[in-house]
């Protein structure tokens, strides 16, 4: 077997063909775990859950109960389901590890293992696992199926968002939606709950962009760019207004200096691209940017024309140095946010 896709999974399991091992992980935690729990009820109905469902924690494994389970015969069911949640190979001793690969690489017919993780982190960047835990996931591969829940397009996210607002008797516009979802950072948990406000204050209305900003909580990633943006147009009432904000929301100023630097860097290679008239598409590969931040060089691209390049490397000069700066001394909250606010100005300031 191979990693596939949630979809293309989906298919297989509807067909009703199973495989005895499934691994599955990625960033959009709300999208696996609802993934997973359809497909629990697939492999064990309710009905069959009391004596024929297993479940661990990945956590504080023990390895021995979990070879007990998998050799359990099934009672009244087709199958015995066994699952292993937040397994971080990273964390498990290697003899531990080595025995689960022999119990893995050797399961009845009739049992079923569901290896997923929701609470622990397996990457050592944004787009791969750690070395032990890619090597696991490969393991995985060849006996069973992996699949990774990556978070998805925007504009793929915004018609899930405009479907779930649809059942419950609200409406928002196309654009709307894909707002709410740059504004959620693609997330499935973080966009149920936001519209679960959204649709309990919009009782049989649209949903405005005005609800949006009013009721929902923004994910700091999602600030990154509109704070770029206006620090390179010398917006200050907005910059320093949203700095504020954020602080009050108990972020620190590293985290926001991280997520001005991360979406200026978008803004500076998608000028580089324009000026030697590079497309979008052609950005976007050149930068390995995956699916999901496609949209971030769509919005770079349309944004920068007016900007120079040195004006931009001039502000990431000065984010840069800022950054060292707060990460080798620091003044306390207050001060950090003052250090952080100076940058900002500095940037501003800039006449280039």
């Known amino acids: ?20 091992l499934y691994y599955f992980y990625g960033h959009d935690s709300g999208a696996l775990e609802a993934y997973v729990k359809k497909l629990i009820k697939k492999l064990c109905p309710d009905g069959d859950q009391t004596m024929n469902l297993h479940s661990f924690d990945g956590k504080k494994p023990d390895i021995a109960e979990i070879a007990g389970a998998c050799e359990m015969l099934p009672l009244f069911a087709p199958r015995v389901v066994v699952t292993i949640n937040d397994l971080n190979m990273d964390t498990l001793v ?16 009739t049992t079923s293992v569901v290896i997923y993780s929701t609470g622990v982190d397996l990457y050592k960047n944004k787009r791969s696992l750690t070395d032990k835990n890619k090597r696991f996931a490969d393991f995985c591969a060849k006996h069973g199926s992996v699949c990774e829940f990556a978070y998805r397009r925007v504009s793929d996210t915004g018609k899930s968002i405009a479907a779930a607002v649809k059942k419950a008797g609200c409406g928002i516009s196309k654009q709307d939606a894909e707002y709410l979802a740059d504004c959620c ?8 709950h936001e519209l679960e406000k959204l649709t309990a204050y919009a009782v ?38 949203r700095i504020k904000e954020l602080s009050e929301q108990n972020y620190e100023a590293f985290e926001i200096l991280g997520v001005i630097s991360f979406s200026m860097t978008d803004l500076y290679r998608a000028k580089l691209a324009r000026s030697s ?34 004006r931009i490397r ?34 501003m300031a800039l006449r280039c």
């Open 185 to 192: 950072l693609c997330d499935t948990s973080f966009i149920g």
């Open 94 to 109: 290697r003899s531990d590890g080595d025995d689960l690969r022999k119990i893995l690489s050797d399961l009845p017919e």
């Open 277 to 310: 008239g590079r497309s979008v598409s052609d950005c976007a590969a050149d930068f390995k940017y995956g699916k999901n931040r496609e949209f971030a060089v769509k919005n770079a691209y349309s944004e920068c024309s007016n900007m120079t390049c040195e």
């Open 204 to 241: 049989n209305r649209t949903i405005t962009r005005e609800d949006i900003d009013a009721l929902c909580v923004k994910k700091v990633e999602s600030d990154g760019f509109a704070l770029a943006i206006n620090i390179l147009r010398g917006n200050a009432s907005m910059v320093f207004n």
């Open 1 to 20: 077997m191979a990693f596939t896709a949630a979809n293309d999974l989906a298919k297989k399991i509807k067909a009703g063909a199973f495989d005895k």
């Open 314 to 347: 001039q502000s990431l000069k000065i984010f840069s140095d800022t950054d060292l700066l707060l990460k080798t001394r620091s003044s306390g909250k207050s001060g950090d946010m003052l250090v952080l606010e100076q940058a900002a100005a500095k940037a």
